[in-house]
């Protein structure tokens, strides 16, 4: 099936969509938004600065048509929630949103009720736009670059008058093989600081719950989950937290959960491989030294 990916250029997205298109197709074509070369082996490639979604549609909907695309493939992120609803009204084509899976016969699977459930949909119709949530595919290797023709784009329709990224101290999330994480049970901003510990010790990168977010002990750059960041480390500390559907909704592609918590009925000994029931603050600091003595 003939495809086309949407993205930025950084190198993980385009080489997670370069894994999922070859689902569909053994070539993928690409539009690509960022200054630089393209990465990666592409049939055509078109290239763009990079601008908000509005003022892409009319361009990317001409392409689309021109080229008889049957899969238009972008991920989960503000670019690709931004284009997905109007390509699809534009071209009255089906979308499907955070996807996590693609199965033979052009089946696809994403979560519904907050992570709760997985349902199964068949794609009958094209063109389809499917959003891809990230960390649910490994990326591929992207050999080399392909020269890229210039994307020609109408008046812009939306300005952008100014975009501030937050920058996270230590390894960040998305990346991270380790991460220890704090929820409300943890009691407070400082206590924190055992969480750090241990993760420094792991070289890992410390995470939080919405609700450690919401009380203002982390960072929303810290903050995991549906409403958060998606996160698939090798193995994941939740400490002090609870197991809100939301949250294992972020955590949903993680290797090994272990879990730590005072109340044994806590949901979250449901998604953990390993649990204790027991104080954070003395099991935490025993762990950090034992790690410590092994390295």
Not at 177 to 192: E, Q
Request: glycine share 8%.
């Amino acid at each position: 099936m003939k495809t086309l990916i949407i993205e930025n250029i950084d190198p993980k997205k385009i080489g997670e969509l370069m894994t999922v298109s070859q689902k569909f197709c053994e070539i993928p074509d690409i539009i690509a938004l960022g200054d630089g070369p393209v990465p990666g082996k592409f049939g055509k490639v078109w290239q763009t600065p990079k601008t908000v979604a509005a003022n892409l549609i009319s361009s990317v909907v001409n392409i689309i048509q021109e080229e008889k695309y049957e899969i238009i493939l972008m991920s989960v992120s503000t670019l690709g929630t931004g284009l997905a609803g109007p390509l699809s009204a534009t071209l009255s084509a089906p979308v499907v949103t955070e996807v996590t899976a693609i199965h033979p016969d052009r089946v696809v699977e994403r979560p519904i009720y907050g992570g709760k459930a997985m349902i199964k949909q068949k794609l009958e119709s094209t063109p389809a736009i499917l959003t891809i949530r990230r960390k649910y595919f490994e990326p591929a290797t992207l050999d080399g670059t392909t020269a890229s023709t210039p994307l020609s784009l109408d008046a812009d329709k939306v300005r952008l008058v100014a975009e501030k990224n937050e920058q996270a101290d230590g390894i960040p999330l998305e990346d991270a093989a380790v991460i220890v994480s704090g929820g409300r049970g943890v009691g407070d901003k400082d206590s924190f600081a055992l969480l750090q510990a241990m993760a420094d010790q792991l070289n890992g990168a410390v995470g939080a719950s919405r609700g450690a977010v919401d009380e203002g002990w982390a960072s929303p750059t810290r903050q995991i989950g549906q409403t958060g960041k998606i996160v698939a480390p090798d193995v994941y500390f939740a400490v002090g937290i609870s197991g809100a559907s939301q949250h294992l909704a972020g955590i949903a592609n993680s290797k090994c959960v272990v879990a730590i918590n005072k109340d044994a009925e806590a949901n979250i000994f449901n998604r953990a491989r390993f649990g204790l029931v027991c104080d954070y603050k003395k099991i935490l600091p025993l762990l950090t030294e034992a790690v410590k003595e092994k390295r």
